[in-house]
């Protein structure tokens, strides 16, 4: 067999999934039918198809969020939260049901309420219980896995440390193995220490050790290639630890042309079903919040109009996704519509701001309009600021990646926002800080980063000093 037409890359499975699947099942379908009995009601099909609707869900819809994944060296509030978008998606699923087959009548509406959130509650609950079983056992030296790292490099220090600080995430340093004279390495290290990396592939081979983590640099490409083509002579799990240029990969992932293997560097993370779900939430959001906003939007649109000349809505160019110019809306806060070659950035004491505009800027709710672009596409509620087409022209020269932020839709609110990125950037160094973050959105991103900066977005939104 040719295996260089083989490969693949995956999320790294859960040992005990099969446990996490059978017990999550357990716990919809038996949670309905107690749920049904408390309420004195009879037990019949019907019921059992319902459970059999949100059971199944879950287990599909949790798959596709890749929930069952190993979280051996993530964080408990990412699962929680995971947990409660597959059960809102499966109950979702429920309720399209009974509406689509008009059944809704024949089911008692306080056992469904009962089984809805008492299932949400137990479905974390024991995921909770179980953790803290697994973090006990961890410590105790069970359910670990002994790890090996080739290079007693700085990146391969930063990492002995991370295994050391989190015992419970159950990795072990066992060892590390360098090609060089022990005198040149970190003299804090040399108890672990066991040799050349000749050595190490011998005791890899010889099933000492579960994983391997090799830090050499990736200029010494011809060394890391003879190390895991030998490493590929043993059943151990193998990671290269990336160096400092390789942290600018955005969503590298594995990918091929016909038969030729390559890996993305700059790509969008939001491909696909993921691209799905993130329209689903920019329309729930939307929708949702544009109920709330209507009337506040009418008072702003009255008052803007009876206080200064000009148009209610101001109209500007910006980039969109992939660099496309999409037309974002705004509440006009300014004397002047600016959308030519040249735009002056709004600066602390601008006399073009007008007072309405000022407390507008002030509260962000001169973005108030933008969800009409959300709702028509252009644009997402969370994601990268949209900056003037001048401002990014001018910009993309100077600053390194500047133009990758254009990978994933322009946000309401961003990463870069709740972190006080926001305002006038009069200098070069303030606009990188801001790519920066945004960068790292896109790198990072998730629903529950997602949610993370709504929260926050709420919290800090209001009166910025740094907006005007």
């Not at 015992?167 to 004279?181: E, H, K, T």
């Amino acid at each position: 067999m040719d295996t260089q037409k083989s490969g693949s890359v995956k999320n790294n499975t859960n040992k005990f999934a099969a446990v996490y699947r059978l017990v999550d099942i357990i716990l919809i379908q038996t949670l309905l039918y107690l749920s049904v009995s408390v309420y004195s009601q009879n037990y019949t099909i019907s019921y059992f198809t319902l459970s059999l609707i949100g059971s199944v869900g879950f287990a599909l819809i949790a798959e596709s969020f890749a929930l069952y994944r190993s979280w051996r060296a993530g964080f408990f509030n990412q699962v929680v939260f995971y947990t409660i978008v597959c059960w809102i998606f499966s109950s979702l699923l429920v309720l399209t049901y009974l509406f689509v087959s008009k059944t809704t009548a024949d089911y008692s509406r306080f056992s469904l309420l009962l089984w809805t959130f008492s299932t949400l509650i137990l479905l974390i609950s024991w995921r909770f219980c179980f953790q803290l079983f697994l973090m006990a056992m961890r410590r105790k030296g069970f359910n670990t896995r002994n790890i090996v790292i080739f290079g007693l490099s700085e990146k391969g220090i930063r990492l002995a440390k991370e295994v050391m600080d989190n015992p419970a995430s159950g990795y072990r340093l066992a060892a590390f193995y360098d090609d060089r004279d022990k005198e040149r390495l970190d003299e804090d290290y040399h108890y672990y220490l066991r040799g050349n990396i000749a050595k190490g592939i011998e005791n890899v081979k010889k099933n000492k050790y579960d994983v391997v983590y090799v830090t050499l640099p990736i200029l010494a490409q011809t060394r890391i290639q003879d190390i895991l083509y030998a490493l590929g002579d043993s059943t151990a799990t193998v990671h290269v630890v990336p160096d400092l240029f390789m942290y600018c990969l955005m969503h590298g992932e594995m990918s091929h042309v016909g038969n030729i293997q390559t890996i993305s560097v700059y790509d969008n993370p939001m491909k696909g079903g993921l691209a799905v779900v993130k329209r689903l939430e920019d329309l729930i959001l939307a929708s949702a919040i544009m109920t709330l906003i209507t009337i506040p939007m009418l008072v702003i649109a009255v008052w803007i109009k009876c206080t200064s000349k000009g148009p209610i809505i101001f109209k500007q160019d910006r980039y969109g996704l992939n660099g496309r110019k999409i037309r974002m809306w705004k509440f006009r806060s300014m004397t002047v519509t600016e959308n030519d070659a040249v735009v002056t950035q709004a600066k602390k004491g601008d006399t073009r701001i007008t007072k309405v505009g000022a407390f507008l800027r002030r509260t962000s709710l001169d973005e108030l309009p933008q969800f009409i672009n959300v709702l028509k596409g252009d644009m997402s509620v969370i994601g990268p600021r949209p900056h003037a087409v001048a401002h990014n022209e001018e910009y993309r020269k100077i600053v390194d990646f500047y133009m990758l932020r254009h990978k994933v839709k322009p946000g309401i609110t961003g990463w870069a926002q709740v972190n006080g990125a926001r305002g006038e950037t009069e200098t070069v160094d303030k606009m990188k800080i801001r790519i920066e973050y945004d960068l790292e959105y896109i790198r990072n991103w998730s629903l529950w980063l997602d949610f993370k900066i709504i929260i926050f977005t709420v919290f800090r939104s209001f009166n910025d000093k740094n907006a005007y």
